[in-house]
C-alpha cells in the first residue's frame, strides 16, 4: 500500500475530468444512466440514485463513455461507475449485465454496487469486473465482509455514520485475513472513506428520498428537530435545539468572493489523520451536481490539509525523489527504485 491516501472525486460531466486531474485527484467515480433506462423506468426505479438530467450528475450517452475512456488511457486515473440503488426489479438485472459488458468494452472495470442481489447476478453470468461495495449497502462491520468476500471485492466503502473505530476494527480484521492467506499489502483490500460535502442526516442504505429533477430532495428539506411527549411536540426543546442549529450556521464572512466554503455541507479534513491511521487508503469527495469552481478547490484543499497538518505532515523530503508506482507492479516498482539508488550512489560516489 502507498503511504499517502488518495482523492476519489465526483465526476459530474466529462469536462470536469481534465481539470480535477490538475487539481489534484487521483480517481474518479461517476454515474451512467442511458437515455433509454431513463426513458423505460424514469425516476422511480433508480439506477444509481441519482436520477438528475437538468445539470452535471452523470454520464447519458455512451458517447460521452467513449470520450471518457480515452481520457483515463491518456491521463491513468481511473474512473469508477456507479450502479448502487439498493435493489432492482427482477427483469432489470439482464439489461444492467449488458450496460456493465458494454462498458467493460471500452476499459470500465470498477463498478460500485449496494445490491448484493446485483452481485450475484453478476457471478452467475461469468461477469469479472472489480466491485466496489458501496457505503449504501448497510451497516458495516468484520462479520459483513466476511459474507461479502465471495466476491471480487477490490474496495469497501464505508458510510457516513461509521467511527473511526469501527473502521479501524474492520481494517484490521481484514488485513489479518490477508496475512494468513500469504496476500502481498500492496494487493489487499482498499478502504474509503466520506471525507468532504454531503454530511447527509439519512445513512443510504435506510433512505427512501429520490434525487431527481421533480422533488426537493427530503435530506435538504427545511424541518424541525425536537423531542415528542404523549404524540405532542415540546415547544420548548424544539426552540431550544433550532436556536442551537441557527447558531452553528457558518458566518457569511467565512465565504470567499466567490461564494466558496470548503466543507460548507460536511467537512472531514481535520480528521485525516484519525483516517489514516484507522487504515483508510482513499478519501471520497462528493461532488456530482456542485459547482465544478468549487469542486476543484475542494480537491486541492485536501491536499493541502493533508501537506500542512501538524501531526506527521505528508511531505516530500527536501532531497527525496519521487516514485508514481501507482501504475507499476512490485517487481517494476523495485526495478525504479534499484535505479535511483544506483544514480544517486553514482553521483555521491564522484562528489567524494
Known amino acids: 500500500m502507498e503511504n499517502s491516501m488518495k482523492i476519489t472525486a465526483g465526476l459530474g460531466s466529462i469536462d470536469e475530468y481534465e481539470r480535477f486531474v490538475q487539481a489534484g485527484a487521483d480517481e474518479f467515480f461517476c454515474g451512467y ?8 423506468y424514469g425516476t422511480v426505479m433508480p439506477l444509481n440514485r441519482r436520477e438528475v438530467l437538468c ?9 460521452e463513455l467513449e470520450i471518457l475512456s480515452r481520457m483515463v488511457k491518456k491521463y491513468k486515473k481511473p474512473v469508477h461507475l456507479t450502479f448502487n440503488s439498493l435493489y432492482y426489479l427482477p427483469e432489470q438485472y439482464p439489461e444492467i449485465g449488458d450496460i ?12 460500485i454496487i449496494a445490491d448484493p442481489a446485483l452481485l450475484v447476478y453478476l457471478k ?8 466496489h461495495l458501496s457505503g449504501e449497502t448497510g451497516e458495516v462491520n468484520s462479520e459483513m465482509l466476511k459474507m461479502f468476500r465471495r466476491f471480487p471485492l477490490k474496495r ?9 473505530r469501527d473502521m479501524q476494527s474492520v481494517i484490521a480484521s481484514q488485513r489479518e485475513v490477508e496475512k494468513q492467506a ?4 500492496e494487493a489487499g483490500m482498499e478502504f474509503e472513506a466520506f471525507v468532504l460535502n454531503e454530511m ?3 445513512t443510504g442504505a435506510f433512505c427512501n428520498s429520490l434525487h431527481c429533477d421533480e422533488m426537493g430532495y427530503l435530506c435538504r428539506v427545511s424541518y424541525w428537530l425536537g423531542t415528542v411527549r404523549n404524540g405532542d411536540a415540546v415547544p420548548e426543546k424544539i426552540m431550544a435545539l433550532q436556536e442551537q442549529a441557527w447558531d452553528q450556521e457558518p458566518d457569511l464572512k467565512a465565504y470567499d468572493e466567490f461564494g466558496y466554503l470548503c466543507g460548507e455541507t460536511g467537512c472531514g479534513l481535520c480528521a485525516l489523520y484519525q483516517l489514516k491511521q484507522a487504515g ?8 456530482r451536481g456542485n459547482y465544478v469552481d468549487h469542486m476543484e478547490k475542494d480537491i486541492r484543499k485536501r491536499d493541502w490539509q493533508d501537506s500542512h497538518r501538524e501531526v506527521s505532515p505528508l511531505k516530500q523530503a527536501e532531497d527525496a525523489v519521487l516514485l508514481d508506482n501507482s501504475r507499476l507492479t512490485l517487481e517494476e516498482t523495485a526495478k525504479a527504485i534499484m535505479e535511483i539508488c544506483e544514480k544517486k550512489w553514482e553521483v555521491r560516489r564522484a562528489n567524494v
Open 124 to 131: 452467475n453470468r461469468g461477469i469479472s469486473c472489480e466491485i
Open 280 to 287: 483508510i487508503t482513499h478519501l471520497k469527495l462528493v461532488g
Open 55 to 63: 445539470c452535471n450528475v452523470q454520464l447519458g450517452a455512451y458517447s
Open 182 to 185: 500469504g496476500i502481498r499489502p
Open 156 to 164: 469497501l466503502i464505508f458510510h457516513r455514520k461509521n467511527t473511526f
Open 100 to 111: 456493465i459488458e458494454k462498458c467493460m468494452g471500452i476499459g470500465f472495470r470498477s463498478y
Open 33 to 40: 444512466v442511458p437515455f433509454s433506462w431513463a426513458e423505460k
Open 200 to 202: 447527509c442526516q439519512f
